[in-house]
């Protein structure tokens, strides 16, 4: 068996260094639907064009979620973006290969951005110069979290992402039956002293019958349990699908709460969850449970299960 851990990794100023997480982009075959879908979410409508919506939550970011209308009638995840920690990182991000350049002019807040094209045509973005009591509804979203993507390729795109900008793992997780073999990682943010959410993203290791990368999640922040609890109401009562919760996850500690978006996304609400920064160790350890507390584990959780234009799972 060949050895496939993940090699250490450590931040430095050589690095694009990002200040957070600041939204994603999706394009869905019925934009109207899942504009409804988004008010009972608790996304808050910033802007529209045609063929574009932007959500925003509570948070310092002017969105949080860009949704496109597929030209093709088939779902896709157009990648996260995340904000330079200043603008000579910008720059420096703009000199790596393979980085393209555009304006965000037409966006809420204006700015700047770069992307990436990764492998099976997965994306990556940095953007620079981006300028409540309890009731029955949606639960508020205050931020972005943290997405995950399950890689074919894992061991180059986990390369990739540490060593051009500053991920560094929480936790590493290897198989049960081969130690040698790294199959998950949580990556945060360092910035240095300053304390950064638990993960941004994590990375896994796609099985081998697995034909395609695909997005496993996107995850949103809520104020607190009352407010997840309450989302979590509305959302059922509103008929969507739930996929997962509401439990408390291991690593990260985050109360969770999974459904499925109408093209098929799984997307979290979360409360709660850790903190880290220079300081904090990075742990490796044997894939174990994900939860604390909450429902049994559905055994296609981590499934691919956006659908194509066929109704279809896209492989």
Known sequence: MPDMRIPEISNNPSKVQLAR???????HPDL???SEFARDWGFVEAGRTEDKIWFRGYGVDPYVYVASKSQDGSPRFGGAAFVAKSEEDFEKAA????????????APGGGKMITFTRS??????????????????????????HFGLVYRDFDTEISWYTGNFNFVPSNVLYHWDFSNIDVLTFLHLDLGQEFSDHHAMFMQRAPPEVKKSYLHHTSYEVADFDEQLIGHEYLAKKGHESVWGVGRHVLGSQIFDYWKDPSGFKIEHYADGDLVNEDTPTTREVVGPLSVWGPELPKDFGNDTAKDKDGLLLK
Request: hydrophobic share 40%.
């Open 21 to 27: 997480i600041a939204h994603v982009y999706f394009e």
């Open 120 to 145: 099976d045509d997965t994306q990556f973005h940095v953007v620079y110069g981006t300028f409540q009591r309890y009731h029955e509804g949606p639960a508020l979203v205050h931020k972005l979290g």
């Open 95 to 106: 000199l790596l290969p393979g980085a393209t350049p555009s304006s965000l002019a037409d």
């Open 32 to 34: 109207e639907l899942f």
